[in-house]
Structure formats: C-alpha cells, structure tokens
C-alpha cells in the first residue's frame, strides 16, 4: 500500500527503495526473534499456537518453510552442533563438494584461498537460497544425514509448505501488480532489493566489515558494540568442531563430547547481558544459554547467564571469549583467513 501511494505521489524510484529496506528486515526480524522462538515452544502454552505462529513467521512473511527450519534447526543443530557433517546449519559440504571451508574439520582446496574477501560478499544471496533449499530437502527427504521426519512430509506439512509459499508471492508480488497497477520491473526491484538488504543483515557478516579488515587487516580495533548484522555464533575460532567415532563393542556412533559442554564450546557469546541485542536478535547474542535451555524464552537468558558463566568457571569448562558484536566479526574474519591457507587450521580432516 506505501508503495502503491508513494508510486502515485511521484516519489523517486530510488526513496522508494531506500524504504523498502526497512520492509524487509522486519520481515526478516520476524522470524529470526518470534518463529524462531515459537520453533522452540516457549512462546504459547498451546502447541497448536506456536506452530501456526512459526508458520506466519516463516512460511507467510518470507516464502521459507517452518516444517524445514523445525527438522533442520530443533531436530538437527541443536543435537549435533557444530559436527559439520550432520549439523544441517553448519556449512554445507565437508569434501569436495564444499563451498568454503569455516572448519578444521574440512580439507583444504584451492577455490577457499580468498574464501575470507569474496564469502561476505554473497551474503544477499541467504534468503533466496534458503527459499530454493528448503524445496529440495523437502522433496530429497534428507538434510546431510539426518532424515525428514514423516511429521514435515504428510498431508498437513504438503498443504501448508506450499500455501506459505503462494500466501508470501500473492502478497510480495501479485497484491502490488495486479490490484495496485505497479510495473511488474519496479515491483520485482523493490523486492529483491529488499531482500539483499535483509540477506547481509542476517548473512554471516556485511560486506563492509570485510573491506575494513582486509584493509587494514590487525590494525582496526573494533570496540563499538551495535550493529544491524545477523552474528555468526558458531563460525569463529575458539569454538570447538566436535566429531563422531565408531564405538568398537556396540558399533554405534557416538560424540565425542558431553552434550551440556559441548553447548557451551560450541557457541560463543556477544554482549550477552545487552537488553538491545536480547529483544533485537531475540537473544541469539546469549548463545551458550540458549544451547543449554532452548524451552525457555529469550528475555531470560540475560538474567541466568551469570549463573552459566560461574558454573562453568567452576567446572572448568571452557567458554569462548565473551566479546562484543565487532569483536565477533573480527573473529569470523580472521577464521575465514586463517582456514583459507592451506596451512591453516588444526588439520582434523574426516
């Protein structure tokens, strides 16, 4: 409707677009805070509200798939996190099938050697190719190694994946062109811009960042503490890149960790008692707590992370360096550069 009115009033194409940013970040925000919360139940009392909750947030206002994200992030990588081989939101590939190399645990190929300039940059690409993804797993029926469940592919999860998909492109696309007139070029502009906007808000890192480090490389001291980038809590150095091994009498595979410590090493925290960050990015900044207690909702965690942290001490369990969201950034980076050699990293190849 803004755009509709806007379009009439004779605004310039490019206002037009600079407001359709905020359009889709909230979109986006939607589903990083609410559905994300709602896929892990603490939102209602009622089953049957989170999950129509998720749905809204996932399927309607982004054309994804909630039953995808349930399968892929509660069943997936709150299970086995960080095994790059099965945590579905791990990087994707850990052979020769691998995009870029963010893990010890992967070999080395040439294509990563200036993985840490050009990854960033691809960053818009995120929601469009989480949409086309969330399509291919449904019909392969497998994430990695982790089958479907039959709950995400019976009749109600059909219906369902597939009305989320047409509800968001008869709002996105059709409402504008068919009712309001609007040139379907302009249309198709303004959303896709809109989603590359929100695609390096909640990409592993804006491009920005990347030019200030490969600039001035270990001379930048990033010590603000705000930023509008989605964080990349598991993708940095100093957390653990857990594996699996063959029991010898049972047979069966096992991790090589205890699951509450390897929450905790496997996340790493940024501003983790910032109300802002806490309410913004639905308390993903308070990781290590959100492992440990993924039933319990977001505006909590800031008040019990102490007690983590002290437990921890107390345990002697490593928790990754607490740091700012820039400080979080740098880490990313200097990850993405230092496992771009091939000399890199810890060499635990699987």
């Known amino acids: 409707m803004v755009t509709k009115v806007l379009g009439e009033w004779g605004v310039p194409l490019l206002i037009r677009m600079l407001l359709a940013i905020p359009w889709g970040i909230c979109a986006v925000m939607i589903a990083v805070n609410v559905g994300h919360m709602a896929s892990h139940v603490p939102t209602f009392h009622a089953p049957t509200l989170n999950r129509l909750l998720g749905w809204f ?7 994804l798939s909630w039953k995808m994200w349930l399968h892929e992030h509660v069943v997936g990588h709150h299970q086995y996190t960080n095994i790059i081989t099965i945590d579905p939101n791990a990087p994707e590939g850990h052979g020769d099938e691998a995009l870029y190399r963010s893990s010890p645990n992967q070999r080395w190929f040439t294509r990563f050697t200036y993985q840490y300039i050009w990854l960033p940059l691809i960053s818009f690409l995120l929601i469009t190719e989480y949409r086309v993804a969330s399509i291919r797993y449904w019909s392969k029926g497998f994430r990695k190694e982790i089958r479907v469940n039959r709950e995400f592919l019976g009749l109600e999860a ?6 989320g998909k047409f509800l968001w492109f008869y ?3 059709y409402i504008p062109i068919a009712w309001w007139g609007r040139p379907i070029g302009e249309t198709i502009l303004l959303v896709l811009f809109s989603e590359t906007i929100a695609g390096y808000f909640v990409g ?10 490969f600039i001035f490389k270990n001379k930048v001291q990033l010590k603000h ?24 009498k049972t047979q069966e595979m096992k991790i090589d960790a205890e699951w509450a410590v390897m929450q905790i090493q496997t996340c790493k925290d940024y501003s983790p008692e910032s109300w802002v960050f806490s309410h913004v990015f639905g308390a993903l900044n308070n990781h290590s707590c959100h492992h440990l207690f993924p039933a319990m909702h977001h505006s909590y965690y800031a008040q019990i992370y102490p007690i983590v942290k002290q437990t921890a001490k107390e345990y002697k369990v490593k928790l990754p360096d607490v740091a700012g969201y820039l400080d979080l950034v740098y880490d990313y980076v200097n990850n993405l550069r230092v496992l771009a050699d091939e000399k890199g990293g810890k060499h635990k190849y699987i």
């Open 204 to 213: 592993t890192l804006n491009a920005m960042f990347i030019f200030i480090y």
């Open 158 to 163: 059909f219906v369902t994946f597939f009305l």
């Open 225 to 248: 503490r705000t930023c509008i980038t989605f964080p990349a809590n598991h993708i940095t150095d100093k957390v653990d890149w857990p594996t699996m091994t063959k029991d010898e």
């Open 57 to 63: 947030s996932f399927d309607v206002c982004l054309g």
């Open 171 to 173: 709002r996105v696309y």
